[in-house]
C-alpha cells in the first residue's frame, strides 16, 4: 500500500471503519438494496454487483492508489456501506505524503442521517491530519448533487470551485460521460476549527 494505512481499523461510538474485504459482501448487499432514492449521482452496486465491486476496489487497493473501508454500524454490527482514503499526493522532490482525498463512500439508506457519516469522516480527517501529516485532505462530488454537497459543507469543508468535465458521470443515462465536479477541501490549519465542529455536531445527533 506503500502511503496508505492498509490494515487501518477506526473506532467511534456509532461506526467502526474497517479494511474492506470479501466477509462484508452480504451485508453489503443487503445495503445497497434499501431505498436508492438518494444514489441518483453517485454508483453504489446492486445486491448483483458487490462481488465484483470488491474484486475492483482491490485491483485499486493493490495499485497503492485506494485504501478502501467497510463502514460497520456498531448498534447491529452490520456493514451498511463503505468510504475510502485514496489518490495519494506526495510532496514535490520528496516520498511524504502530503495530500489525500477521501471519497468512493456510500451509506445505506437506515445508516443516512444517523451521524455515521459524520464520525467516519471525523475518523479518516483524524488520522489523515494527526498521524499522516497531511497538509490537505480533499472531497468532491457531482456538481449538481446538492445533497453531497450540503453534507460536505457541513462537515466544514471549504467549497474551491468546480472543475469542468472533471471525472466520470455515474448518473443513468451518461455512461461514458464526464461531470463536473465540485471541490472541496479542509486544509491543516483548519484542522482544529473542523474537528470542534464535527465533535459539536457528533454530540447533538447522539443527544436526540
Not at 490494515?7 to 436508492?36: C, I, K, N, Q, Y
Not at 454487483?49 to 474484486?55: A, K, Q, S, T
Not at 452490520?78 to 471519497?103: H, K, N, Q, S, Y
Request: glycine share 8%; aromatic share 8%.
Amino acid at each position: 500500500m506503500g502511503l496508505l494505512p492498509a490494515s487501518a481499523t477506526f473506532e467511534g461510538t456509532l461506526v467502526r471503519l474497517e479494511p474492506l474485504s470479501g466477509h462484508h459482501a452480504a451485508d453489503l448487499g443487503v445495503a445497497a438494496e434499501e431505498d436508492r432514492g438518494t444514489y441518483g449521482f453517485t454508483w453504489v452496486p446492486r445486491r448483483s454487483e458487490i462481488d465484483d465491486y470488491l474484486d475492483s476496489q482491490t485491483r485499486r487497493t493493490e495499485s497503492g492508489k485506494l485504501c478502501p473501508f467497510a463502514q460497520i454500524r456498531l448498534s447491529d454490527e452490520r456493514a451498511v456501506g463503505c468510504t475510502a482514503f485514496w489518490d495519494p499526493r506526495t510532496w514535490p522532490g520528496r516520498t511524504d505524503l502530503c495530500a489525500i482525498e477521501i471519497g468512493f463512500t456510500w451509506l445505506a439508506a437506515s445508516a443516512q442521517g444517523t451521524g455515521i457519516n459524520q464520525e467516519a469522516k471525523l475518523l479518516l480527517l483524524e488520522y489523515a491530519f494527526e498521524t499522516l501529516g497531511t497538509a490537505r485532505v480533499d472531497l468532491k462530488t457531482d456538481a449538481r448533487n446538492e445533497r453531497s454537497r450540503r453534507a460536505i459543507h457541513a462537515l466544514g469543508a471549504r467549497f474551491e470551485g468546480v472543475l469542468r468535465s472533471w471525472s466520470q458521470s455515474w448518473v443513468p443515462g451518461e455512461e461514458g460521460q464526464l461531470r463536473d465536479s465540485a471541490m472541496y477541501s479542509v486544509i491543516a490549519s483548519e484542522w482544529p476549527s473542523c474537528r470542534d465542529h464535527l465533535c459539536e455536531r457528533l454530540a447533538q445527533l447522539r443527544a436526540r
